[in-house]
């Protein structure tokens, strides 16, 4: 997959579980995360949004768990981005930076809320008019 935006992070010891792996939902963190930095790096502010009256949610999430995380382990989280209609759609892959495995593939929809009704947003449209072909 052709990536857009990548940023790094390292997994903490209270994010994991007793098994000594990542706990499920932090992976979700994770991506929101990353999310919320892609929408930085196009200048957008999520609280400035949200002033405006305008809310992107997440609306539907595939996730897919392949080989989990420990403590200490640095990786690297990864984003796409297409649009289906009214919903933006990321696909999200998380890779463990020592040998580029990839632990986490996410595909997470969100939509977007205008003074709390389903609408669409030109500004998230002309802040990711180059990323969706």
């Given at each position: 997959m052709k990536y857009i935006f990548e940023t790094r992070m390292e997994v903490r010891d209270y994010?994991?579980?007793?098994e000594g792996i990542?706990?499920?939902a932090q992976y979700v963190h994770y991506c929101e995360h990353t999310r919320h930095l892609f929408l930085k790096a196009c200048g957008l502010s999520f609280a400035e949004m949200h002033e405006k009256g305008v809310d992107?949610?997440?609306?539907?999430?595939?996730?897919?768990y392949k080989v989990p995380l420990r403590p200490d382990d640095e990786f690297i989280s990864?984003?796409?981005l297409t649009k289906e209609g009214?919903?933006?759609?990321?696909?999200?892959d998380i890779y463990r930076a020592s040998d580029e495995q990839l632990c986490f593939r996410g595909k997470i929809e969100l939509v977007c809320l205008v003074n709390g009704r389903l609408a669409s947003s030109p500004d998230y449209d002309a802040a990711?008019?180059?990323y969706i072909a």
């Open positions: 994010e994991c579980d007793i990542v706990n499920n992107a949610v997440v609306a539907r999430m595939q996730l897919q990864r984003l796409n009214i919903k933006y759609v990321f696909h999200q990711f008019e180059k």
